[in-house]
Structures are given as structure tokens and as C-alpha cells.
């Protein structure tokens, strides 16, 4: 998956896990907290998803690279670049 | 109760009052369409399939969740959680409260449960064999979903209520076993506002059906709209249903302060157990709970209108039920006797409740509904009073109702509801 990819599923995620937000302004930059209602749970929901969909382990050391899309997607792209789409 | 005899003799600050009604059921969303459906003879059975188990017949309920949660909540949440939260709003509604300037912290939610939890861990019990049954794909939600008190802390989470909230394990008799609570908590003025009644999710898990079916109690028939039919000679068992109904309940001295419309009051309560059996019933523990709760209520068995039924169609349970019943009322030639399950289905831990909540409007027209798909009524059911396929007039409004609501374990629970006068 190349990074725009890998950004498609982490909105098709959020979709999911935040049905009621408008997810089209979202800033890559910018923290998700910042800009959407996330609480810890719905972190865990991003960290399961990512394992059930793609078998994507996150450990919890590396949580902190899940603040903001930017950041997870250049986390997620060593981790899932060898994935097909 | 606190004493025994007429209710009128208490203050009104231990006189408590029915002030709202919020339902959902499987013909109909609020208490209006729910007792036209049952006036019309309208039956909210439907052809339903679940996994493992397949085809086989349920009370659906189709309330707009989105009118009271979010669509997040209503996915991190529980279907008895969606309930409550749909139930509670209503009531809160429909009684008319001031609720943005009600202290939350003196309002308790007591919400009657048959069982909780079993949807969400099959749910993930499922999920996980996607996955070779590697727990490390079990949802962190399935705690919070599963503990015994989801249901009513949804509810406190959803509407802001931070006075005590606890659901009220009660098999069966849950429906009525969370309105009984509701009114003890008041009296004791551990709160001044109770939401309280039963809610259930039972038709999202299959082994309630499975284990209805192993048991020889799940009903089967041609049609779905007769398949539950109590007191018939060819019952054959249960349909589950969901659903849910919650009141507000208050002291008389309250509701007379804010001049609230009155649905009833609670002139009488009782539970007791069996102690007999795991499922069969006890018509002799039946039958001194009805006389406890009318000894309570200082009445006699004639004063009763309406008796509501517990029957859920197994051949047993109907007629020994009969027997408790006959034992209490059978010189009671006035009394009316009906069975909702034969509209909607057993909505287990929400029965009491929502059976309750179909009669209150003969405090106002005298109708009993009736008790439906009765083709053939069984000689051990054939009480005088049964109001059978169509409802009946009595010519005057109903001046009390009784609510039977038993369940496994042999627990049982009967409420009596006075029309209010003042």
C-alpha cells in the first residue's frame, strides 16, 4: 500500500469508529483529538481495526505515533507497504 | 410496602405515582401505538433468522435509535443500552418534567434485566473465530458492554443522570421487579425522580433461542402472527421478543406539586420465590404472591378489573398459572383477564413493564384488550373472566389492574396499579 492508500483505510476506519463525524476537513497534521471527538477507546478501536483488517500489529509503546494522520500514516507505511490493495 | 392497607392512608411523600411512559414494543414505539395495535388486534411477530440456530420467529422492535443517541454511542454501546436510552428520553418526555433543571443527582434509573451479556460475547466469540480464535482480536468493548449494569448506565451516560443506576437481575418478573425497586428507592428518598421498568436485547442471542428449543419451549407454526398464542390448545411454546418500557415514577407529594398527569398509582406490590424448580413453575408461590400484593393493597380479589398475565405459551406455564389464578379470582365474576405475549411475544426482561403499560389506558376507556390466537381454548385455561380474540368494554373505567410477571428460578412478581383519583 503506498501512503495515500494507507490513508484511505485509516478514513475508512474512522468512518467506522466515528460514524458521526465529517471526516472531509480533516487536517493531517493536526492532531485527531484536535479536531474529532476520539477517546482512548476509540484509539484501541484504530489499533484493533488495523490488526483484524490487514494483520497490522501496533504495539502500545507506539500509540503516540497515532495522534494525527500525518504521523500514522508515515508510522503505518514500513509496516504496510508490502500489503496488496 | 411499609404498611399494610389502603395507600390513601399513607402521605403523599409515600404514595407513588406513575408520571410517564416510554416504550418501545413490536407493534408499536410509544404507548399510543402500542395500545392501538393491541386494541386492533395487531400482532408484532415477524419471521426473524439468527446465526447458528436459523429460522424462527421474534418481536422486533423498529424505534428510530437515532432520535436519542448518536450513532457512535449506539455502536459502542449494547441493543439494551439503545433500548433504555430510546425508553428513558420518552419517559422523561412524556412526563412533562422540567428536565434541564432537574438535579440529575437525585434521579436513579432501575432497569429489570432477564440477562445481559450474552449477545456481546457470542458477538465476539464469533468475531474471533475469523481468527482462529486468537483472543487478541476480542474487542476491548466487550467489558463494558457485558457488566449487569450496562443498560441502565447507558442511560445515565446518554441523558446526564448522576443519581444511583443499577439494572435489577430478575429473570421474567425483571419488568416489574425494576418498577417495584424504583418505588422502594423513592420512599426511602435515595432519590426524588426513579426511571424505572425493564428492557430486552434477548432476540440478538441465540442460544436464549437454542436453549428454548433444547428445552421444548421455543413456539413453531405456519404463521408468525399466531405463533405465540397463551391458553390455545395447541401452543407449543415461546416467541422471544425485544423491547422495552421504562416509567417515571414519583411521590404523590411531587407530582401534585408540579400538577403532572397521572397514569396510576402503586397501590400494591409483591415478589416472592418458589424455591421448587430451575423452569416449572409454583401456582402455590404464585398464588400467595397475588394475595401478599392484594393484602398489601388492603383489596379484595373482586376489586381487581384486569389481571395481565405472565402466560408465555408453554403448555405448563400457561396452566399453572391458570391454577394460581383461578385459586385467587375464580369467584371474581367482574374481573377481566388478558395476555399481551399473544401480540408481541415474551419481551422477557421488559414483559412486566410493557404488559403493565398496554392496560393502563382502561383507567380512561374500560377496555380490556384482548388475548389473541386463542382458536381452541384449553379447558385447564378456560378462566371465566378471559377476554378471548377481542377486547371488551366494562362500561366504566378500570379502578385497578394487576401485572403478573414470573420467571426461572421461581421468582416471582405481581404489581397492582390503582386508577388515581384525587
Given amino acids: 500500500m503506498a501512503p495515500a492508500e494507507i490513508r484511505e483505510a485509516i478514513i475508512e476506519i474512522l468512518e467506522d469508529i466515528a460514524p458521526d463525524e465529517d471526516l472531509s476537513t480533516l487536517e493531517d497534521p493536526k492532531a485527531f483529538r484536535d479536531q474529532l471527538e476520539l477517546d482512548s477507546m476509540d484509539f484501541l478501536d484504530i489499533v484493533m481495526e488495523l490488526r483484524k483488517r490487514y494483520r497490522v500489529q501496533v504495539p502500545e509503546e507506539d500509540y503516540g505515533h497515532l495522534n494525527s494522520m500525518a504521523s500514522t500514516v508515515e508510522y503505518l507505511t514500513p509496516k504496510m507497504e508490502d500489503i496488496a490493495v | 410496602m411499609i404498611s399494610a392497607g389502603k395507600t390513601e392512608q399513607l402521605p403523599d411523600h409515600q404514595r407513588i405515582v406513575i408520571t410517564g411512559v416510554g416504550l418501545t414494543a413490536p407493534n408499536g414505539n410509544s404507548l399510543a401505538d402500542f395500545r392501538g395495535a393491541l386494541l386492533a388486534g ?23 435509535v437515532r432520535r436519542h443517541q448518536t450513532r457512535k454511542d449506539a455502536r459502542r454501546g449494547t441493543r439494551a443500552g439503545s433500548i433504555g436510552a430510546y425508553c428513558a428520553n420518552e419517559t422523561i418526555q412524556d412526563s412533562g418534567v422540567d428536565w434541564e433543571n432537574t438535579d440529575k443527582d437525585r434521579v436513579g434509573i432501575y432497569i429489570g434485566v432477564t440477562e445481559h451479556g450474552n449477545v456481546e460475547t457470542e458477538n465476539e466469540i464469533f468475531e474471533i473465530s475469523n481468527f482462529e480464535y486468537d483472543t487478541k482480536f476480542w474487542s476491548h468493548h466487550h467489558n463494558p458492554r457485558t457488566v449487569a449494569n450496562n443498560p441502565a448506565g ?8 448522576t443519581g444511583p443506576h443499577y439494572t435489577i ?7 416489574n421487579a425494576g418498577l417495584i425497586q424504583g418505588a422502594q428507592q423513592l420512599r426511602l428518598d ?8 425493564g428492557v430486552s436485547e434477548s432476540i440478538h442471542t441465540f442460544g436464549i433461542f437454542a436453549g428454548f428449543a433444547s428445552q421444548g419451549a421455543l413456539a413453531t407454526h405456519d404463521n408468525a402472527g399466531e405463533a405465540s398464542r397463551p391458553f390455545d390448545m395447541n401452543r407449543n411454546g415461546i416467541v422471544v ?13 411531587d407530582a401534585k406539586a408540579r400538577h403532572a398527569k397521572i397514569y396510576g398509582e402503586l397501590v400494591g406490590y409483591a415478589m416472592n420465590t418458589d424455591a421448587t424448580d430451575f423452569v416449572l413453575p409454583n401456582p402455590e408461590r404464585q398464588t400467595q404472591c397475588i394475595h401478599k400484593a392484594l393484602n398489601r393493597a388492603g383489596l379484595e380479589a373482586e376489586q381487581i378489573d ?13 396452566s399453572l398459572e391458570c391454577e394460581a389464578i383461578r385459586n385467587v379470582f375464580g369467584k371474581s365474576p367482574t374481573t377481566f383477564i388478558n395476555n399481551a405475549k399473544s401480540f408481541i411475544g415474551h419481551s422477557m426482561g421488559a414483559a412486566g413493564s410493557l404488559e403493565l403499560a398496554g392496560n393502563l389506558p382502561a383507567f380512561e376507556d374500560g377496555v380490556c384488550h384482548a388475548t389473541i390466537n386463542i382458536d381452541e381454548l384449553d379447558p385447564d385455561c378456560a378462566l371465566d373472566g378471559l377476554v378471548q380474540n377481542q377486547p371488551r368494554e366494562s362500561g366504566k373505567p378500570a379502578d385497578y389492574i394487576l401485572n403478573n410477571s414470573f420467571g426461572m428460578l421461581g421468582i416471582n412478581s405481581v404489581v397492582i396499579i390503582k386508577r388515581f383519583t384525587a
Avoid: P, Q, W
Avoid at chain 2, 43 to 56: D, L, P
Avoid at chain 2, 154 to 161: H, L, Q
Avoid at chain 2, 241 to 253: D, F, K, N, P, T
Fill in chain 2, 169 to 175: 437481575g430478575a429473570a421474567c418478573a425483571a419488568g
Fill in chain 2, 306 to 318: 384486569i389481571v395481565s398475565t405472565h402466560a408465555t405459551g408453554t403448555s405448563m406455564g400457561d
Fill in chain 2, 154 to 161: 447507558e442511560i445515565a451516560i446518554n441523558m446526564g443522570i
Fill in chain 2, 190 to 197: 435515595e432519590c426524588d425522580l426513579a426511571i424505572a421498568g
Fill in chain 2, 241 to 253: 421478543a425485544e423491547g422495552g418500557c421504562l416509567y417515571v415514577l414519583e411521590r404523590l407529594s
Fill in chain 2, 42 to 64: 395487531t400482532s408484532g411477530v415477524s419471521e426473524y433468522e439468527i446465526r447458528y440456530f436459523g429460522k424462527t420467529f421474534a418481536g422486533v422492535c423498529d424505534f428510530d
